[in-house]
Nanobody, 116 residues
Framework: QVQLVESGGGLVQPGGSLRLSCAAS????????IGWYRQAPGKQRDLVAL???????NYADSVKGRFTISRDNAKNTVYLQMNSLKPEDTAVYYC??????????WGQGTQVTVSS
């Protein structure tokens, strides 16, 4: 089992950038697919980006070309670089390690607010 802690959120103006970090501890981090998810007020939690053990990535259509997910297995960390941020990107961002189609427990997340 891997434990994940999110960080890096904050307040940013539209068009700005942020980099989120997902730090892992516990079992072999490199064996896990890691996903970034987000939940805006009153909305369901949705997948934003996913990176598998081989480094292949997938993105939600709404963030393609703006967000980049990456991993550093030596640091047990997955990053989400977010550029050209929009107000609709405002949400609490979470990372998770899906396994056999099941999500793990959720952490506290990190708040991202895009506003002028």
């Amino acid at each position: 089992q891997v434990q994940l802690v999110e960080s890096g959120g904050g307040l940013v103006q539209p068009g700005g950038s942020l980099r989120l970090s997902c730090a892992a501890s516990g079992s072999a981090f490199s064996d896990y697919t890691i996903g970034w998810y987000r939940q805006a007020p009153g909305k369901q939690r949705d997948l934003v980006a996913l990176i598998n053990t081989g480094g292949s990535t997938n993105y939600a259509d709404s963030v393609k070309g703006r967000f980049t997910i990456s991993r550093d297995n030596a640091k047990n960390t997955v990053y989400l670089q977010m550029n050209s941020l929009k107000p609709e990107d405002t949400a609490v961002y979470y990372c998770n390690a899906p396994r056999n189609g099941l999500l793990g427990s959720w952490g506290q997340g990190t708040q991202v607010t895009v506003s002028s």
